[in-house]
């Protein structure tokens, strides 16, 4: 089988691992020669947040020339094999199968003339399958189905006119490497690959532990929420915290110090976040009155239904209602766009409709955009998609495979990306989070408690680390209206709490801090 050109081009390849090598440009690097034991959580930080914090003054972009031995030591991953992670035959095959029988098109297609998408598609339609199996270079066709007549049948089922993106859907299963072959190879495809699915990043591990209010609400919740004092992310002071699995304790002072930020009720600026994920209970009272208009990419509707409960759980971690019951959100002031893409009883989401809901979130007004799920291997079209968009943040997953790179679409190198891994209650990287080498920054993700189910369960995968930072950038956001993404992404790396354990595990040697961030963004005004 043919390794299409437009889709797995070397050259592009060694180009992308050049600019990661040399410009690090997904994601910036703390400073190594910075002092490893500073801890910008035991500043003293007032009303105002105006203490004397001890923040790095260099901007990230004067870090980002480091030499790749400096920004990940120890590890000897081929940043080439990391990135254009190639997808087998066997596993295209696969992929096909499933997306056929999901009843979702199969392929992605980027046209270079829009306006002739549907000529492109009829002069391809037309040829016969005797002269596709004489021509060089070409898929392999079955003989049985030249010998029986086979048509060629495909079919554009959706299109974003704008950019010339289609899907397409082939109607005979055997002839999709064939169909593709002859895309790439037509003078009007820009980039013809597979229409990859997209899944959730939940772990595996998960146990959905249900959570029990404390005998003692204790004197430190602010908010008051009935099961803050099992929000160790946001406080952690070594509180036990009862589950219906049992207790467990964390380490005083492991979380994003996020306190000093509410204590000092700053008037923030509402921010939109777009959750695009599997559907949002948008009646669960723990989030009433959050949300904006949506839509479900699956049905075709703006009446949104949950799906499996993910996208519900990741809302929360940003925008819980802050009050006497539930749990609390990180960022008071944000506002949600719930888009549905992915259907967690069938597996996931495809790629297109992950593309038309980010459309659909820019066009709602999103700054920043939350997506708790990714897949193995890039896809070129959506890379182009998020870097049209530099005007919004993307906070991405980075992945629960325990691998030293992220899943896409957090490993794409983009400006506008912050790509998440997940820590422990003890401030440890989690077995099963992706790390190092494209993975930006850390934050918990593990035993977080959520809403979801109409209760408030713990769930575990950097699907929770994810949102926890979204929450963070609203907040800088919400305090800074005039930050681009690529300043709230250096603010929120270069104020990390840096530890020896994060050192090699992200590019930021740490994990998020909230008030250094806030800090950070007034030394820069």
């Known amino acids: 089988m043919k390794l299409y050109k437009k889709v797995f081009n070397i050259s592009l390849a060694i180009a992308v691992c050049l600019s990661i090598l040399v410009g690090t440009v997904a994601c910036a690097s703390s400073d190594q020669s910075s002092n490893p034991d500073s801890n910008p959580m035991e500043a003293n930080i007032s009303d105002e947040l105006g203490g004397d914090l001890e923040v790095d003054p260099d901007p990230i972009e004067e870090l980002i020339v480091v030499p790749d031995e400096d920004l990940n030591p120890g590890t000897d991953l081929d940043p080439e094999e990391a990135f254009m992670q190639q997808i087998s035959a066997e596993e295209l095959v696969e992929l096909f199968a499933t997306l056929t029988e999901l009843g979702q098109p199969q392929l992605l297609v980027q046209f270079e003339n829009a306006d002739e998408i549907q000529s492109t598609l009829n002069s391809i339609m037309g040829t016969n399958l005797q002269s596709i199996a004489d021509m060089l270079d070409i898929a392999p066709i079955d003989d049985s189905l030249i010998e029986a007549g086979t048509q060629l049948v495909f079919s554009a089922v959706s299109t974003i006119t704008e950019l010339g993106i289609s899907a397409i859907k082939v109607e005979n299963v055997d002839l999709i490497h064939t169909v593709m072959s002859l895309l790439d190879e037509h003078s009007n495809v820009m980039i013809v690959e597979p229409n990859y699915i997209m899944s959730t990043m939940q772990s595996v591990s998960d146990v959905n532990t249900f959570c029990f209010a404390p005998e003692?609400?204790?004197?430190?919740?602010?908010?008051?929420?009935?099961?803050?004092?099992?929000?160790?992310?946001?406080?952690?002071?070594?509180?036990?915290?009862?589950?219906?699995?049992?207790?467990?304790?964390?380490?005083?002072?492991?979380?994003?110090?996020?306190?000093?930020?509410?204590?000092?009720?700053?008037?923030?600026?509402?921010?939109?976040?777009?959750?695009?994920?599997?559907?949002?209970?948008?009646?669960?009272?723990?989030?009433?009155?959050?949300?904006?208009?949506?839509?479900?990419?699956?049905?075709?509707?703006?009446?949104?239904?949950?799906?499996?409960?993910?996208?519900?759980?990741?809302?929360?971690?940003?925008?819980?209602?802050?009050?006497?019951?539930?749990?609390?959100?990180?960022?008071?002031?944000?506002?949600?766009?719930?888009?549905?893409?992915?259907?967690?009883?069938?597996?996931?989401?495809?790629?297109?409709?992950?593309?038309?809901?980010?459309?659909?979130?820019?066009?709602?007004?999103?700054?920043?955009?939350?997506?708790?799920?990714?897949?193995?291997?890039?896809?070129?079209?959506?890379?182009?998609?998020?870097?049209?968009?530099?005007?919004?943040?993307?906070?991405?997953?980075?992945?629960?495979?325990?691998?030293?790179?992220?899943?896409?679409?957090?490993?794409?190198?983009?400006?506008?990306?912050?790509?998440?891994?997940?820590?422990?209650?003890?401030?440890?990287?989690?077995?099963?989070?992706?790390?190092?080498?494209?993975?930006?920054?850390?934050?918990?993700?593990?035993?977080?408690?959520?809403?979801?189910?109409?209760?408030?369960?713990?769930?575990?995968?950097?699907?929770?680390?994810?949102?926890?930072?979204?929450?963070?950038?609203a907040l800088y956001l919400g305090m800074f209206p005039d930050a681009s993404p690529s300043e709230i992404r250096r603010a929120l790396m270069q104020s990390v709490t840096r530890t020896d354990e994060l050192a090699n595990g992200v590019i930021a040697g740490g994990y998020l801090n909230v008030a250094a961030a806030i800090e950070y963004g007034m030394s820069l005004r």
Not at 272 to 279: F, R
Not at 413 to 442: E, F, R, Y
């Open 216 to 473: 003692d609400r204790n004197t430190l919740q602010i908010p008051d929420n009935e099961f803050f004092y099992h929000q160790w992310s946001l406080l952690n002071t070594g509180q036990e915290i009862v589950t219906s699995d049992g207790n467990f304790v964390g380490v005083s002072g492991t979380d994003i110090n996020v306190i000093p930020v509410w204590e000092a009720e700053h008037q923030l600026q509402e921010v939109i976040v777009a959750v695009i994920d599997s559907g949002i209970d948008t009646t669960h009272p723990n989030l009433a009155g959050r949300f904006l208009p949506g839509y479900d990419f699956i049905r075709d509707t703006p009446d949104l239904i949950e799906c499996g409960g993910h996208g519900t759980a990741v809302a929360s971690v940003i925008a819980a209602n802050w009050g006497s019951t539930g749990m609390a959100g990180v960022a008071p002031n944000s506002t949600i766009i719930p888009l549905r893409f992915i259907n967690e009883f069938t597996g996931g989401g495809s790629t297109f409709d992950a593309i038309e809901a980010i459309f659909t979130a820019v066009d709602g007004g999103a700054q920043i955009i939350n997506n708790s799920w990714g897949g193995h291997f890039p896809s070129l079209i959506l890379w182009g998609v998020i870097e049209l968009h530099p005007e919004v943040l993307f906070v991405n997953a980075a992945g629960n495979d325990g691998l030293p790179w992220a899943s896409f679409p957090a490993g794409y190198p983009a400006d506008n990306i912050i790509s998440v891994a997940a820590i422990d209650k003890s401030g440890m990287l989690t077995s099963w989070t992706n790390h190092n080498l494209h993975v930006c920054i850390a934050a918990p993700g593990a035993m977080i408690l959520t809403a979801a189910h109409g209760e408030h369960i713990f769930l575990n995968g950097t699907s929770f680390a994810a949102p926890i930072v979204s929450g963070a950038a």
